[in-house]
């Protein structure tokens, strides 16, 4: 899936001149947590997000009166404060590669140019809540996990044989298994009604299938390995 299509276009903007103040107002009445900092022309020039505020805003709290410190915070304006140097994202960009860009720089949301021009923001809880249902999380769905050798053919013989049986499978994603870089997982999300018996045929199969949580993987990796 790409950024494009889930994005938020809707962009609150403030302007570098905006004070702490208006900034915190904004955020708290329309209820996020960053704030995309814009000149008269449109253009991204910052960012502000709610843990920048809060830093700034409780600094000088100990020595000053509240009359005292609204003032100091009218003084203080975005541009002051503001994250200059601004990871983006362009529409294009996939919904793996913009978690992956959030991770690697610790970051909770990423503006969305097209063409130098700002046209959206996406933030990790958007990011996480694509991939929850990409995996087909939702309480009616169990999860299995089969242990495979890392070789041709082996999501096409669970697919068939759970086809074989009118198991569907509602989702399935793959990844190694860390400390064991022949053998990958298969998570699968099948109905609740379909668990047992895809876990009894794979086994009788001669697949592996975790249901649970296991400390020592080794009795469940698959004989080729």
Request: aromatic share 4%; charged share 20%.
């Amino acid at each position: 899936m790409y950024i494009g299509r889930i994005m938020h276009t809707n962009l609150i903007t403030i302007s570098p001149e905006t004070s702490l103040i208006e900034a915190k107002d904004l955020l708290d009445s329309n209820n996020i947590d960053h704030l995309l900092v814009v000149n008269k022309e449109g253009k991204l020039k910052g960012i502000l997000s709610d843990r920048d505020l809060k830093q700034n805003w409780a600094s000088p709290a100990n020595t000053l009166s509240t009359h005292e410190l609204d003032y100091v915070l009218e003084k203080i304006l975005v541009k002051m404060i503001m994250v200059k140097t601004v990871v983006t994202i362009t529409t294009e960009t996939t919904i793996e590669r913009a978690a992956q860009i959030m991770q690697s720089n610790n970051i909770n949301s990423l503006p969305v140019m097209e063409k130098e021009e700002l046209v959206g923001i996406i933030t990790s809880t958007d990011v996480m809540g694509v991939l929850l249902e990409a995996i087909g999380m939702n309480e009616e769905s169990v999860r299995i996990c089969v242990l495979v050798s890392d070789r041709i053919g082996k999501i096409a013989e669970v697919g068939a044989l759970l086809r074989d049986l009118t198991i569907n499978i509602q989702s399935m994603i793959t990844w190694p298994v860390r400390n064991y870089p022949e053998t990958h997982q298969l998570v699968l999300r099948l109905s609740g009604d379909d668990g047992p018996r895809a876990v009894a045929a794979l086994n009788k199969n001669g697949f592996k299938v975790l249901t649970h949580y296991v400390k020592d993987l080794t009795p469940y990796l698959p004989d080729s390995v």
